[in-house]
């Protein structure tokens, strides 16, 4: 790489976060964690000397298989990997009869929690009974390897149970959020001409009846689709449209059909699933997992991440079945690891705010898992709120999906983890299956904000815009330099799309889309999506490290940043907070929040607007919709806003900002 280039590409986000990142704190391990924890330090070097050997172990520790594989990797055919060649398993009896097999049949492997109160427990030789019966009563319908299965359930144990009854039979899932509307589901299902559909008649949330079925039967409505069935649970009992001979409920199918099941071995490249992700531009894309390598990533992370005990954990993955992380570490991982799980259907407020601790002192939750956006808005409620549970069972803490702040950080810590549970942020996409960069409990002194080094046997870097690796002190673009087994196999049904999306914008490595520093120790924080990152003036500056810099401020709750077209400079910085208490009496809040803004970061970062509003338009999984917020600072029609969880919020925005 040339300085010149370095310099060019890199300084400008380089020197905007010089200020922010002068986040010196660090938070090593105790002793006695260290000593403990299931990752040591050596693995780093292990992983190093020879990654497919050491993912070829790995494959063969985490999982039974029924016939061993030849080969760990064969990238003759890149970008498209084939991962422990000539292997042969079945996903769900890795997830369930073998743990029975081994005497760990009365182990709880799920702990439900319904949102109006009502409880289930599974255990493992329960779970597994369930999905034999699931899979005879899919296979009695018609439903054979190789065929899609549209799954549109809320968080219930039948969408785990559904989801591995598909894989004990080679069936391919694509489970489509419960939130999305009908035309979404519809354009899933003909994408990937799903033969069944597996629904419910509804779900609660916050403690009001919230619909399913009827999106179904509307998704269905115009003929030319190819689905034969609709299985629907029974859940919140709402009257339901019937169609004869298509819909079957769960109890006379599911629950009738014989419980002995005898799972075949599927091929490791055998499709597992395909879950539907937004780009840029274009429709979803159907992205494209497969068995062997996808299963022995999601394990092995679930392991080393969190440092898990299966015999006495008890894990918590707050995300909807609907997303990658429901996928990876909610069916899959903890399953196969023969871990102890709770799974709640509702909101965190219903019936009050303090429902997540009281859910963590009742089943003594150990690991928890969840999104910043969660942390934050529980900061928002209020330390007392979190006080009132008893909360020390709680021994590690996880973060994903967006980059998490310092501060919400620090409360996570302070607040939820005593002080003295580690924090592992963990970047990773629907696209890399399993977690790719996130530190090591045990062996990583933790720094707030940053996801800082890759998971041992991954390669990933931060290059410049002709894909130079930028050295310690800057900042690019985040890449993956070598195949890693969860990664994604494709798209669906578009080879093409694929290479273009992530192989075509630097030679010889996936392009992650988001962009990222390399601190002075050569840590990595991760800068949010390259589209989110502004230039002004010249300078790069990433919304996220400007957002974070105004909710180091005590008078703001949170805080959305977009870059607006602007004559002299470019992009100008715009804001959107959400103010904490009566700080919005305060006449002169505005100019104080600028000048802290510039306090942070530098003058250059200073917003050139700040907007106070009651509320920021999120996605359903939690992501800040700012292609919405750059409409409304770039004075255009808002546009399209169906992704939205709330959909008055771009209403409430606009009565604000007249007001
Ligand atoms: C797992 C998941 C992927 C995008 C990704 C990035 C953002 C996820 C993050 C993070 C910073 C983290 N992201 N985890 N950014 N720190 N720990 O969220 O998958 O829904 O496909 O989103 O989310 O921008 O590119 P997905």
């Known amino acids: 790489m040339s300085e010149a280039n370095g310099t060019q590409t890199s300084t400008a986000a380089g020197d905007a976060l010089e200020n922010l990142l002068q986040e010196n704190r660090k938070f090593a391990p105790s002793a006695e964690f260290a000593e403990a924890a299931v990752a040591k330090p050596g693995v780093y070097a292990e992983a190093e000397a020879d990654r497919p050997a050491f993912w070829a172990k790995q494959a063969r520790e985490v999982l039974s298989w029924d016939t061993d594989f030849t080969q760990a990797l064969d990238w003759s055919g890149a970008p498209f990997a084939k991962w422990f060649v000539g292997g042969e398993l079945n996903a769900a009896y890795n997830a369930l009869d073998r743990h029975v097999e081994n005497g760990l049949g009365d182990r709880v492997a799920i702990h439900f929690e319904g949102e109006p109160g009502d409880t289930r427990t599974y255990t493992y030789a329960q779970l597994t009974e369930e999905v034999k019966k699931a899979a005879n009563a899919f296979e009695s319908l018609g439903v054979a390897k190789g065929d899609r299965v549209a799954v549109y359930l809320p968080m219930i144990p039948e969408a785990v149970i559904t989801m591995l009854a598909c894989a004990r039979i080679g069936a391919v899932h694509s489970v489509v959020f419960g939130g999305f509307s009908a035309d979404a589901l519809r354009s899933r299902i003909d994408d990937a001409e799903a033969k069944l559909v597996v629904t419910a008649d509804g779900t609660w949330r916050r403690g009001k009846p919230s619909p399913l079925k009827p999106a179904v039967d509307e998704a269905l409505s115009a003929p030319g689709h190819t689905v034969t069935n609709v299985v629907v649970v029974k859940r919140n009992g709402e009257p339901v449209d019937w169609h004869e001979g298509r819909d079957q409920w769960w109890a006379d199918t599911v629950q009738t059909a014989s419980a002995e099941h005898t799972p075949v071995p599927h091929d490791a490249e055998h499709p597992l699933f395909i879950l539907y992700t937004s780009g840029t531009t274009g429709n979803p894309k159907g992205i494209l997992h497969t068995t062997g390598g996808y299963l022995t990533q999601c394990a092995y992370t679930h392991k080393v991440v969190f440092d898990l005990k299966p015999e006495t954990d008890v894990f918590w993955c707050t995300a909807d079945i609907g997303w990658v992380t429901g996928h990876s570490y909610v069916t899959y991982a903890p399953l196969i690891n023969g871990a102890t799980q709770v799974m709640y259907e509702g909101t965190p407020d219903s019936p009050h705010q303090g429902r997540w601790w009281e859910i963590v002192e009742k089943y003594k939750v150990s690991i928890l898992y969840t999104a910043p956006t969660a942390i934050r808005t529980m900061m928002k409620w209020g330390d007392d709120i979190p006080a009132k549970y008893d909360l020390s069972s709680i021994r590690v803490l996880g973060s994903v999906g967006e980059p998490i702040n310092p501060e919400a950080w620090m409360w996570y810590r302070r607040v939820i983890g005593g002080d003295k549970a580690p924090i592992v942020d963990t970047w990773w996409q629907t696209e890399t299956g399993a977690h790719m960069i996130a530190p090591l409990p045990g062996v990583t002194a933790t720094k707030p904000g940053s ?209």
């Open 451 to 659: 996801a800082q080094v890759a998971v041992p046997g991954i390669a990933v870097d931060v290059v410049d815009e002709l894909g130079a690796s930028v050295p310690a002190g800057h900042g690019g673009y985040l890449v993956i330099r070598e195949p890693w087994p969860a990664m994604l196999r494709g798209i669906w049904g578009d080879p093409e799309r694929f290479k273009e999306t992530y192989w075509s914008r630097f030679e010889n490595m996936y392009f992650a889309g988001d962009g990222a520093k390399k601190d002075d120790d050569g840590d990595i924080w991760l800068l949010g999506r390259v589209d989110d990152v502004m230039n002004v003036s010249g300078h790069r500056l990433s919304t996220t490290e400007i957002e974070s810099a105004l909710v180091s401020h005590p008078a703001v709750a949170e805080a959305a940043v977009v870059g607006a077209k602007d004559e002299t400079t470019g992009e100008a910085v715009v804001a959107f907070v959400i103010l904490r208490g009566n700080a919005a009496e305060d006449p002169d809040i505005v100019a104080t929040l600028r000048a802290h803004v510039g306090k942070e970061i530098g003058p250059i970062a200073k917003p050139r607007t700040i907007l106070v509003v009651p509320e920021l338009p999120k996605t359903r999984s939690g992501k800040i919709m700012r292609r919405l917020l750059k409409d409304v600072a770039e004075g255009r029609e808002v546009g399209d806003a169906t992704t939205l969880a709330d959909n008055t919020v771009m209403q409430q925005i606009a009565a604000s900002l007249k007001a």
